[in-house]
């Protein structure tokens, strides 16, 4: 039987820094690379506020200053971003409120690869950042 997101969301795998062999992301040979979590992930995204968004290098980047590495390696950082994102899907299937669920949209661009994979599709993306644009103009 295929896993849950949420079993793949605790997979148990610890963040960590390793050092490069070889170049790879932009990060010399010798350079160290970020390897983040789901839950680190997950976290990160949490912390973008309503109304806004972040691009998933600048996460990346700023997981990487967090951690004192050159760069965040950008393979698992998409898969984390998927997992974090289906995960948040699947509360929602399941009971959770919009509300209380990881805003990934925030994160993800509704035109990028990784919104075309996601069960919900690109346009629940576009649609949640448009209903949060929406609301934030008229708090303004």
């Known amino acids: 039987m295929a896993k849950s997101w949420q079993e ?6 610890a963040p960590h ?5 070889a170049p790879y992301a932009g990060v010399k040979a010798g350079g160290t690379l970020f390897i983040a979590s789901p839950a680190l992930i997950d976290r990160a995204v949490r912390t973008v506020r309503r109304g806004r968004t972040r691009t998933v290098e600048q996460l990346r980047n700023d997981l990487a200053a ?3 590495a050159d760069g965040t390696c950008p393979l698992t950082t998409g898969i984390f971003l998927r997992i974090v994102s289906e995960r948040a899907l699947e509360q929602v299937a399941n009971g ?10 925030r994160v993800i661009d509704p035109e990028s690869p990784l919104a075309r994979k996601l069960s919900c599709g690109p346009a629940f993306v576009r649609e949640q950042r448009e209903a949060e644009q929406r609301g934030a103009s008229r708090r303004s």
Request: aromatic share 12%; hydrophobic share 40%.
């Open 17 to 21: 820094v390793t050092v490069l062999d």
């Open 8 to 13: 793949k969301f605790d997979n148990g795998r």
């Open 96 to 105: 959770a409120s919009m509300a209380r669920v990881t805003p990934f949209w």
């Open 66 to 68: 967090e951690n004192r």
